[in-house]
């Protein structure tokens, strides 16, 4: 039941491109609400430890760029210190009321598709898209306070994020992937945020579907030799 993870399914018809309300709709939902039952037991035992680094493009009425989304204001301000880019004035600009969704500045929209593609380990996927989210956190201070569990427990919250990305992304008709495969020193340079303060746990894409479709035999579009390594094995 989409009910239960704070999603109202209806028949929409397929979008040509994801505008502004599509957009802050999909964030809101990822932050946890006590009426919502996806949330109810990880918000109570766990809490709120992950926060969202995007790259955006191609949204109807929002200005291409670097954003970040605070799911919790917990340590907020601190973390907001250590964004910092040289040479980049960062904007600070609160998108709405209803979120802590800052925009931190502006950039060409291939020049943000070039990074994202770049970060998530040039998969296509991050650059047809419209944005892309990359999930972070704090880890090193949840860990010293909370111990080794927690290395479990953030990418278990990385993990409740994306499953409601992938079924609101479907309740609007648009296309989704999570990517597993993203370069961790370098997938948040462009917010300033160094890797040694804060982790980068997950990277995920939305986007218009295209029909493209990228099933290929493993490898075998970028390494011809695989096919007879692996007759070979």
């Known amino acids: 039941d989409f009910h239960d993870f704070g999603i109202e ?3 929409i018809l397929e979008p040509e491109k994801i505008n502004k309300d599509i957009f802050l709709g ?5 932050i946890p609400q006590k009426n919502v039952k996806y949330w109810k037991y990880a918000h109570e035992c766990w809490g709120t430890h992950v926060h969202l680094a995007l790259y955006v493009w191609d949204v109807i009425d ?4 670097y954003y970040v989304l605070f799911r919790s204001t917990k340590d907020m301000q601190q973390m907001m210190e250590n964004f910092i880019v040289d040479s980049i004035d960062m904007v600070w600009e609160k998108v709405c009321d209803e979120l802590e969704l800052y925009f931190l500045y502006g950039d060409e929209i291939e020049d943000i ?3 994202s593609k770049a970060v998530s380990c040039y998969q296509r996927i991050a650059e047809t898209s419209s944005f892309t989210i990359g999930m972070f956190s704090d880890l090193a201070t949840l860990m010293e306070s909370y111990g080794p569990e927690t290395y479990k427990q953030i990418h278990h919250e990385a993990g409740l994020i994306g499953g409601l990305l992938y079924l609101d992304s479907h309740s609007n008709n648009l296309g989704c992937s999570g990517m597993g495969c993203y370069l ?9 945020i160094k890797t040694e303060d804060y982790y980068p746990l997950y990277h995920f894409t939305i986007g218009v579907i295209d029909g493209y479709d990228s099933r290929y035999a493993p490898y075998e579009y970028e ?3 695989s096919k007879y390594l692996l007759d070979a094995l």
């Open 113 to 115: 598709k070039q990074v």
């Open 223 to 225: 390494y011809p030799m």
């Open 26 to 30: 999909i964030l809101a939902r990822t």
């Open 9 to 11: 399914m209806e028949p």
């Open 62 to 65: 929002v200005v291409p760029g």
């Open 184 to 192: 961790d020193d370098t997938s948040l340079e462009k917010f300033g």
